[in-house]
Nanobody, 117 residues
Framework: QVQLVESGGGLVQPGGSLRLSCTAS????????MAWYRQAPGKQRELVAD???????NYADSVKGRFTISRDGAKNTVYLQMSSLKPEDTAVYYC???????????WGQGTQVTVSS
């Protein structure tokens, strides 16, 4: 079992920045993959960025150059630094983790990000 707790969402103006945090209940280096997904109203949930246990990262084309995923093993936390935010980034952002054993998947409760003037 893995519990994921997100924080850091909120309202920000276009062009602004936010940092999301996701703290796991176990060592993040014991997890195969951690990621951030988002879901906008009326749309499917989509991958924003992920990081493997080995540190490899992957980003959606729509956020490349603006978002950065990083991790702090001492805090069991994965971050999503979001810059140059656009209204189309408005969504509920979810933290995701996959374990090595059985490839079990876990989700956080989600945090709302709203980009609006």
């Amino acid at each position: 079992q893995v519990q994921l707790v997100e924080s850091g969402g909120g309202l920000v103006q276009p062009g602004g920045s936010l940092r999301l945090s996701c703290t796991a209940s176990r060592s993040i280096f014991s997890l195969k993959t951690m990621a951030w997904y988002r879901q906008a109203p009326g749309k499917q949930r989509e991958l924003v960025a992920d990081v493997t246990s080995g540190g490899n990262t992957n980003y959606a084309d729509s956020v490349k150059g603006r978002f950065t995923i990083s991790r702090d093993g001492a805090k069991n936390t994965v971050y999503l630094q979001m810059s140059s935010l656009k209204p189309e980034d408005t969504a509920v952002y979810y933290c995701y983790a996959m374990t090595w054993v059985q490839r079990s998947e876990y989700w956080g409760q989600g945090t709302q990000v709203t980009v609006s003037s």
